[in-house]
């Protein structure tokens, strides 16, 4: 990967909308495979990416259970300070010292609902051992939910980005007709993701809590849905694709493992290796939930793994990632026919300067 690609920057994440910003509801905008190259020279596009890179670097190399800072108070108090001084109220632009604090923690809050609307939704008896179909009925909350549960998130004066905003929510848990999920349902959250930052909502600066926080706990609750629901993989590649399901924790999750002092990629595939640290690295609880869920040999059930474990460096195994990712997900016409375009993330063309 190209050293530019490493930095991008920020600035286009972070700002809010114009008060007069007209939010629209996402709609499909690639129909068929030409389509492609829209996308690929799209605002949304190089947002996406931009972000997913971003919180790539913010990461690195540190560990599920760092001590982090969710929100800037100290930045905030200074504001304070200053604004006394000049005698202005600085209350209108300044958010309040636990906002984005309390953005993350409602966050998770919103997907500990949808974790306890599993339990409350079993799966029921059918003949078809996968795909059972009490998912549809779990989905069905959500669909009807799903602007109550964002408006909790987001402030009053941006409620008219909250349906907007939804859309990329009730993408991001799998579809209720072929009761499947993949890479194009996990891309969802992290757009969902990236247009809370695009907002206001999240700070690009509050990377390390939007990855082992809010992202995290969103992994856990698509194990459970796919657990309990016996989810296909939406368009798997089988022994040869990297996992039936996730991609982006893998991503992130060897960021985290660079530079480490003794693990090194050939441990991933060590059982007492990932037992004594999975709940330290996203990679590692990765290989574990795909060990818990399938047998046989590691080297035939997820054979790109296996040769990934070859790779000398965590560095390296990133970048490659980071590659394969655009290649397999961002470039594949099955999963992109599927992202929608509104206002935050919009299909034109990357705009200059």
Partial sequence: MAEGERQPPPDSLEEAPPATQNFI???????????????????????????????NEGVKGKKLTFEYKVSELNEVHEKKEQAAKQNVSCDEYIPSP???????????????TLDRWIDETPPVDQPSRFGNKAYRTWYAKLDEEAENLVATVVPTHLAAAVPEVAVYLKESVGNSTRI?????????????L????????LRVDDQIAIVFKVFNRYLEVMRKLQKTYRMEPAGSQGVWGLDDFQFLPFIWGSSQLIDHPYLEPRHFVDEKAVNENHKDYMFLECILFITEMKTGPFAEHSNQLW??????????????????????????????????????LPIHPVTSG
């Fill in 180 to 192: 499947d999920y993949g890479t194009g349902h996990e891309a969802a959250f992290a757009a969902f």
């Fill in 98 to 112: 636990c906002a984005r604090h309390c953005a993350i923690e409602k966050l998770v809050a919103l997907l500990n």
């Fill in 25 to 55: 509801i996402p709609k499909k905008e690639i129909h068929t495979v030409p389509d492609m190259g829209k996308w690929k020279r799209s605002q949304a596009y190089a947002d996406y990416i931009g972000f997913i890179l971003t919180l």
């Fill in 307 to 344: 040769n990934i474990s070859a790779v000398p460096s965590w560095s390296k195994v990133n970048q490659g990632l980071i590659r394969m990712y655009k290649a397999e997900c961002l470039e594949k016409f099955p999963v992109i026919q599927h992202f929608k375009f509104g206002s935050l």
């Fill in 194 to 201: 990236c247009c809370l930052c695009k907002i206001g909502v």
